[in-house]
């Protein structure tokens, strides 16, 4: 079966299966009606541009029937306010949301610098592979993975790490993420050396923008 996906600013995407709707790190460089109509919205770490705090109580609010699954560092700031429907994973969790079957891996931030400490951060990989998420790590699923939301531009990376971050994960297809730093001047320079060299189908979306995977 496939999933519609459909890319909102930045690192957030929306999945749309048999009438449900998983939304992906609805952050603050991420529209406003990104958690629209959401049955269930998983957050990997707390940053800012991933976690927006009053963003995500509006949303449950919003929706009575919307669940939240996240780290600890997350869960403990809104749990409270939503008692039964907001739930802690980590590395090796399995769980269903919204009709999804998503797998945890992952456990740390990549290093931004070694004198910034390291946060929690968790990938979700979705319906067995269909997609996976890492947030803001390059971490490696132990399975094949066919859509691979790809961060492209991080003040923790640098594109050699990119590309061989493709190339150890193997995806049948990658979509940037991660990309609200990123020019639409310097778009091209990362989409030919990693469509290049990156040894899958490398593919953008605009916000807003949507295809089945």
């Known amino acids: ?13 929306r999945l749309e299966k048999d009438g449900r709707t998983l939304v992906l790190d609805p952050g603050g460089f991420t529209e406003a009606d990104a958690t629209d109509g959401a049955d269930a919205i998983l957050v990997t ?39 039964g429907r907001v739930h802690t994973v980590g590395h090796g969790d399995t769980f269903t949301a919204a009709g999804f079957d998503v797998q945890v891996h992952g456990e740390l931030h990549a290093v931004i610098h070694p004198d910034i400490p390291r946060v ?21 699923p132990d399975r094949p993975v066919e859509t691979l939301m790809l961060p492209v531009m991080a003040p923790w990376s640098k594109i050699s790490e990119v590309i061989d971050y ?18 639409d001047l310097a778009r091209p320079i990362y989409d030919r050396q990693i469509g290049a060299l990156g040894g899958c189908e490398h593919l953008r979306l605009t916000p807003g923008e949507s295809a089945d995977v």
Do not use: Q
Not at 66 to 75: F, G, M, P, Q, R
């Open 1 to 13: 079966m496939t999933l519609k996906l459909t890319k909102k600013s930045h690192a957030c995407v």
């Open 45 to 83: 770490h707390e940053h800012p541009d991933h976690f927006d705090e009053g963003r995500l109580r509006a949303a449950m609010e919003a929706g009575p029937g919307a669940e939240i699954w996240t780290l600890k560092s997350v869960a403990e700031r809104i749990s409270a306010a939503f008692p």
């Open 120 to 140: 929690t951060n968790v990938g979700y990989l979705i319906d067995g592979g269909k997609v996976f998420h890492p947030g803001d790590a390059l971490t490696v």
């Open 166 to 183: 493709v190339r150890e994960v193997r995806p049948r297809r990658a979509y940037d993420i991660h990309d609200a730093l990123l020019t």
